[in-house]
């Protein structure tokens, strides 16, 4: 009698561990919004892209969906604050290539990235755009012109970007290494400030995210000199690439942004945000606002984008290792 008591308690204790573990697997859980956290300023490339996924996702999931921007430390504020939250797929990280390819090797981090967090999937690619002032320097024409420009000054002129480590700032640095030219680097707290200081001609030339970069050009403010994907982008067929226009076969440079959670969410969990996020990136409006910004949606999994990450460590960390970069 008393071995079946025991028996009766036992499973009464296992029923109630087991229920709250059975529904912290549920997803999304009803009521509590989805937050997407961005680590770079309102109207960057990943901003663009979260703001028009935002109520897509929230109409396929039935619960809020709201963007937060947390600047700072080239993402790694946005994926810390992540890694950190509730392992319940109700926050996801949308982080650039720079948070796991470059930024372990040049920032001192608090967390690990590769550890603490999940893939759930790469998003889209964004180009970067080799970018120049039209009133500041209306003499850089082509990238010829810039080129000739470094030669002259070897060391002296100067490029921006929005942050040490970041795309903006290794594509810069891939290109001084393709041409063995030297120009001092310009780190400012994101792309704005950058692009504020390009207008004003403190800096020479930005490799900034075409996306971000597309409506300016439109509105005759900076010139495109450049893309640095491997071929020209539809919605951009006057704008030679970085390879073209510099005669630098091969070149390419580009960021991809993709989806992370913390580590611990359950496999559901990020297999739901996969399919939604899969869906999202294939309705016809969304696909033609991206290419309209000069970006490339992406359709993956959360192992294809760790074997991009992979790929890009390997590339990233020598660009980092023949520029001398250092971490801070």
């Not at 561990?17 to 999304?28: G, I």
């Not at 700072?72 to 810390?80: D, I, P, R, S």
């Not at 759930?120 to 964004?126: E, G, H, L, N, W």
């Given at each position: 009698m008393r071995r079946m008591l025991c028996s009766l308690l036992l499973s009464a204790m296992l029923g109630t561990?087991?229920?709250?573990?059975?529904?912290?697997?549920?997803?999304?859980i009803p009521g509590r919004p989805v937050t997407l956290i961005y680590g770079f300023p309102a109207g960057t490339s990943g901003d663009v892209y979260l703001r028009l996924a935002a109520p897509r996702?929230?109409?396929a999931l039935g619960v809020p969906v709201t963007v937060e921007n947390r600047v700072?430390?080239?993402?790694?504020?946005?994926?810390?604050a992540v890694s950190r939250a509730p392992a319940d797929g109700h926050?996801?990280?949308?982080?650039?290539?720079?948070?796991?390819a470059t930024n372990p090797l040049l920032l001192r981090m608090s967390f690990d990235p590769m550890r603490d967090l999940a893939p759930?999937?790469?998003?889209?690619?964004?180009p970067n755009a080799f970018t120049v002032s039209t009133q500041a320097r209306p003499q850089y024409t082509n990238c010829q012109a810039v080129i000739s420009a470094l030669r002259a000054a070897p060391g002296r002129l100067n490029y921006a970007s929005s942050g040490i480590g970041a795309s903006t700032h290794l594509a810069a640095a891939q290109f001084l290494q393709a041409t063995g030219l030297e120009a001092q680097h310009v780190p400012y707290r994101g792309g704005p400030p950058a692009m504020i200081a390009l207008y004003q001609g403190e800096v020479e030339f930005f490799f900034y995210q075409s996306g971000t970069v597309v409506e300016d050009m439109r509105a005759g403010r900076v010139r495109i000199l450049g893309i640095t994907s491997a071929e020209r982008h539809p919605q951009l067929p006057d704008v030679p690439t970085v390879a073209e226009a510099c005669n630098l076969p091969g070149f390419v440079s580009t960021t991809w942004h993709g989806l992370m959670v913390p580590?611990?969410?359950?496999?559901?969990?990020?297999?739901?945000?996969?399919?939604?996020?899969?869906?999202?990136?294939?309705?016809?409006?969304?696909?033609?606002?991206?290419?309209?910004?000069?970006?490339?949606?992406l359709n993956s999994n959360p192992a294809e984008m760790l074997a991009a990450t992979q790929r890009d460590?390997?590339?990233?960390?020598?660009?980092?290792?023949?520029?001398?970069?250092q971490r801070e």
């Open positions: 561990v087991a229920a709250p573990a059975a529904k912290a697997q549920q997803f999304p996702l929230s109409a700072g430390a080239t993402g790694n504020v946005a994926a810390e926050t996801v990280a949308l982080v650039t290539v720079s948070l796991t759930v999937m790469r998003t889209f690619d964004a580590s611990a969410t359950p496999p559901a969990a990020i297999a739901r945000l996969n399919q939604e996020f899969l869906k999202i990136n294939a309705d016809p409006e969304m696909q033609a606002r991206l290419l309209n910004l000069g970006l490339t949606p460590i390997q590339h990233w960390g020598e660009v980092i290792r023949r520029a001398g970069l």
